[in-house]
């Protein structure tokens, strides 16, 4: 999307004459079509972009002269119970304990993907792992969660 509007608005325009304002441009117009998420990736990306422009000429410092956007605030959706349902019923049995882990237990999705057989205490009934910030948490499991754990044991 970045590259396509910048060749729109820019054509061919060599990048020692990038300038400012047609870049401003860009930014208020990302911010007039698209969400607020996009939008502020895209200025980010950008950025990005600019930044290694000025090892081939671009003029320097372009990328603190775009307009700042306001930063998007926590994606707050969250899927149904009949979305949910619909995203286990085509869902392996390793998808579907990793959809558990995140909604159940309200873990990332890098402690989800960390639990292997040995986080697993069956007479206990719970999970042990290392959090964010590496600290060791336990948490009990539910009846959905340790039938597919114990799907995925070793034989």
């Given at each position: 999307m970045m590259a396509r509007?910048?060749?729109?608005?820019?054509?061919?325009?060599?990048?020692?004459?990038?300038?400012?304002?047609?870049?401003?441009?860009?930014?208020?117009?990302?911010?007039?079509?698209?969400?607020?998420?996009?939008?502020?990736?895209?200025?980010?990306?950008?950025?990005?972009?600019?930044?290694?422009?000025?090892?081939f000429g671009?003029?320097?410092?372009?990328?603190?002269?775009?307009p700042r956007l306001k930063s998007p605030g926590a994606r707050t959706v969250i899927a149904s119970a009949e979305e949910f349902g619909k995203l286990l019923a085509v869902s392996t049995p390793w998808e579907q304990l990793f959809l558990y882990l995140t909604r159940h237990t309200a873990m990332r999705f890098s402690e989800a993907c960390s639990i292997?057989?040995?986080?697993?205490?069956?007479?206990?009934?719970?999970?042990?792992?290392?959090?964010?910030?590496?600290?060791?948490?336990?948490?009990?499991?539910?009846?959905?969660i340790e039938r597919l754990l114990a799907i995925a044991q070793p034989a």
């Open positions: 509007d910048l060749d729109h608005a820019l054509g061919h325009l060599p990048v020692s004459k990038l300038n400012a304002i047609a870049l401003a441009g860009i930014v208020l117009g990302w911010k007039d079509r698209y969400a607020r998420n996009t939008a502020y990736s895209l200025r980010s990306r950008l950025c990005h972009f600019l930044h290694h422009a000025e090892q671009a003029e320097h410092r372009l990328r603190e002269q775009l292997t057989e040995k986080s697993w205490d069956r007479e206990k009934h719970e999970l042990t792992f290392v959090k964010k910030g590496g600290e060791t948490l336990i948490l009990p499991t539910t009846p959905e």
